[in-house]
């Protein structure tokens, strides 16, 4: 049987310059059955077009906070790290999945993505702009 593609969005590393991944998430696709592939980061439409195409679904993963201009806010000196290309890919690549009608999850940053690009907004950093006793940090291990 033939393991359907999934499409992971990558983690980006501003001190490395570089793409990578929490070997979690793959080996969960893996685990029921899919095959795994980093996609990379990019705004090429051509490429983002086949990749709509070629991946039966998507995983658009944790990371960086959403830039808040693209919810029409100014980033409060609260608001964590940003990643423009990130950004950018994957408010370019949601529209073609979403047109293909391709199941897509979204986790932490994921499914903020998600709300940003159907018009939601977010709280730049909840413990200060919406205090409570919730932990909304998960540190390592990230499995637990």
């Not at 039966?56 to 959403?66: I, K, M, N, P, W």
């Not at 890919?89 to 949601?94: D, S, T």
């Not at 293909?100 to 939601?120: E, F, H, S, T």
Request: hydrophobic share 40%; glycine share 8%; with cysteine.
């Amino acid at each position: 049987m033939k393991r359907p593609m999934i499409g992971v969005i990558p983690l980006y590393d501003r001190e490395r310059s570089s793409n990578w991944m929490l070997p979690g998430y793959l080996e969960g696709l893996m685990e029921a059955g899919a095959f795994p592939v980093m996609l990379p980061l990019t705004k090429d439409r051509a490429l983002l077009k086949q990749i709509a195409e070629q991946c039966s679904a998507f995983l658009f993963t944790g990371g960086q906070d959403v830039a808040p201009a693209l919810y029409q806010e100014e980033m409060l000196p609260c608001c964590g790290e940003i990643c423009p290309a990130r950004d950018e890919m994957e408010l370019a690549l949601l529209p073609l999945v979403l047109e293909r009608d391709k199941p897509l999850l979204g986790i932490c940053r994921g499914i903020q993505v998600l709300n940003v690009a159907l018009g939601g907004t977010l709280y730049q950093d909840l413990p200060t702009q919406r205090p409570s006793e919730v932990e909304h940090h998960q540190m390592p291990p990230y499995d637990k």
